[in-house]
Antibody, heavy 122, light 107 residues
Framework: QVQLQELGPGLVEPSGTLSLICNVSGDSIRNYYWGWVRQPAGKGLELIGRIYSNGSPNYNPSLKSRVTMSVDTSKNQVSLKMSSVTAADTAVYYC????????????????WGQGRLVTVSS | DIQMTQSPSSLSVSIGDRVTVTCRASHSIVTYLNWYQHKPGEAPHLLIYGASTLQSGVPSRFSGSGSGTDFTLTITTLQPEDFATYYCQQSYGTTWTFGQGTKVEVK
């Protein structure tokens, strides 16, 4: 059974760097896309970016200048770093797996972590 | 980038009602369209992928249709556990995006 667990500080100071790790258990991270999705309170889901297990990232254009994602296949982990955070970055951050599913071979987020609330405040 | 627009943004419905949620893409995404259900305090989960294929374990009262730019999620005979927010998401092209969500609420 695949499980994703988001780890990292729940409080980050304004202008600081948000750092989260997604620990993946139950399957290898190889041959999948991995991503981060966030949801500010009272708002919808926003895809921050995705990265293939070989390390090729694709970021949301609105966040691209502040975001770095990476994979560590030896630890079966995916990481997210977001710099220069403000209160607007306060949200629940989800780690997600994107798999090519079904006969149609479409990529969908088939596995989600439980989410990590990150608050940006001094 | 491809923009996804859902309508309505919210729906007030009763148990047993038929519910229809629409998602429109700014450019053709063929059938690279997925639907998710999200309940407060829980992680979202995948309902439908490829516009019309039910994820394993999803009840058959859920269905999806559409291709190109216009897609629909239908829930026949709404059940109490279906009150949630529903999101469409496209995985066509370089940058993937979610719709803004449709909240299905109790009338």
């Amino acid at each position: 059974q695949v499980q994703l667990q988001e780890l990292g500080p729940g409080l980050v100071e304004p202008s600081g760097t948000l750092s989260l790790i997604c620990n993946v258990s139950g399957d290898s991270i190889r041959n999948y896309y991995w991503g981060w999705v966030r949801q500010p309170a009272g708002k919808g889901l926003e895809l921050i970016g995705r990265i293939y297990s070989n390390g090729s990232p694709n970021y949301n254009p609105s966040l691209k200048s502040r975001v770095t994602m990476s994979v560590d296949t030896s630890k079966n982990q995916v990481s997210l770093k977001m710099s220069s955070v403000t209160a607007a970055d306060t949200a629940v951050y989800y780690c997600v797996r994107a798999a090519s599913v079904g006969a149609v071979r479409v990529y969908a987020f088939d596995m989600w972590g439980q989410g990590r609330l990150v608050t940006v405040s001094s | 980038d491809i923009q996804m627009t859902q309508s309505p943004s919210s729906l007030s419905v009763s148990i047993g009602d038929r519910v229809t949620v629409t998602c429109r893409a700014s450019h053709s995404i063929v059938t690279y369209l997925n639907w998710y259900q999200h309940k407060p305090g829980e992680a979202p989960h995948l309902l439908i992928y490829g516009a019309s294929t039910l994820q394993s374990g999803v009840p058959s009262r859920f269905s999806g249709s559409g291709s190109g730019t216009d897609f629909t999620l239908t829930i026949t005979t709404l059940q109490p556990e279906d009150f949630a927010t529903y999101y469409c998401q496209q995985s066509y092209g370089t940058t993937w995006t979610f719709g803004q969500g449709t909240k299905v609420e109790v009338k």
